[in-house]
């Protein structure tokens, strides 16, 4: 998920405990904006107007949630900054430690330190060197351990990663998926997630004589990738191709394209694409996306049913299981 409003981050948050149970591994990447306070992890949604801890979710607290659904392991990644805030009046609330630990929280960077990133780099300093270890079939803490030890290796910042675990078992990341004995739960899980990660089925529209292709891909759950591609089916060079996109909120469209030229092929070729996202926001609602094609000859207007894709298809069903717990998503107290 990208671009979470507070209420955002605590509703999925729950909702991700959903998929939790015995014998799950959990595990949460968090990358963005983040401050420490008395020794408690902050992460600032896309509403924050300041690193204030009461407009800011904290990580110890939704490790305390999974901890609660009696998972096997809960792994969370933290890649922000853990610089100190102003503010000082939040008492510290500890993570609390059972007998049976399971909990390892991997820091991007040491206490009172900043996360960095590179601009001519995809991911930031610390998520690229962890690419390079993370199939590794080694013990969580070992990998995290050499990760750290990459990082400052490298030497192109100024950063240490670090990490806290009181698993008492060895755990790996490539650890094979075994049946769960509670099947009917193990179903409900899967069928849970699938929703949550349903793309639309490609599309073809034909447009006089050429035809227009849609596919889709994920970015993130809240964020539909769309790629329209167009093969002419002509005797002529389509000129100035182009189009124009309508989506009604709250979710929004953005496009990528320039004007071009279409031989008469049977290849087809890239049009331009589109970029959906805040999906999040939708509660049963399908998707609706309206796309204009025009050349110097001819002009289309077509709207297509997308569905509910991605986070979407259970957004619903988040809102009603958070009325039937009478959760309250604003609330700083305890989730349960």
Partial sequence: MVDLTLTEMRTIMLAFCRLLGPGIYAVIYYAGHGFELNGENYL???????????????????????????????????????????????????????TRGN????????????????????????????????????????LLMDVSADVVASRSVDQRPTF??????????????INDNDLASARERYIL??????????????????????????????????????TNHGQRTMKNCRFSVDIAGPVSAEKYSDPCEIPPTDQSKMLGAIRIDRLQKLCNETVFIGIDFESDEEKHIMKFNLGKPLISGITGSFHEWIKERKFDPVAKSSWI
């Fill in 44 to 98: 600032l949604p896309v509403d924050a107007m300041s690193a204030d801890p009461n407009e800011s979710i904290r990580a110890q607290e939704f490790l305390q949630e999974m901890q609660n659904c009696d998972t096997f392991l809960n792994l969370m990644f933290l890649d922000c900054c853990r610089t100190r805030s102003k503010e000082s009046k939040t008492p510290r609330c500890s993570l609390k430690r059972r």
């Fill in 103 to 142: 909990t390892v929280i991997a820091y991007s960077c040491c206490t009172q330190h900043q996360a960095y990133e590179q601009p001519d780099q995809k991911n930031g300093v610390y998520a690229r060197h962890l690419l390079r270890h993370i199939n590794r079939d080694v013990r969580i803490e070992t």
């Fill in 164 to 177: 806290e675990s009181d698993a008492y078992l060895e755990c790996r990341l490539n650890a094979p998926i």
């Fill in 193 to 230: 997630w699938r929703e949550g990660n349903c793309l639309p089925e490609p599309i073809t529209e034909e447009i006089g004589l050429a035809s227009l292709h849609l596919s889709f891909q994920m970015c993130f759950s809240n964020l539909l990738h769309i790629d329209l591609h167009v």
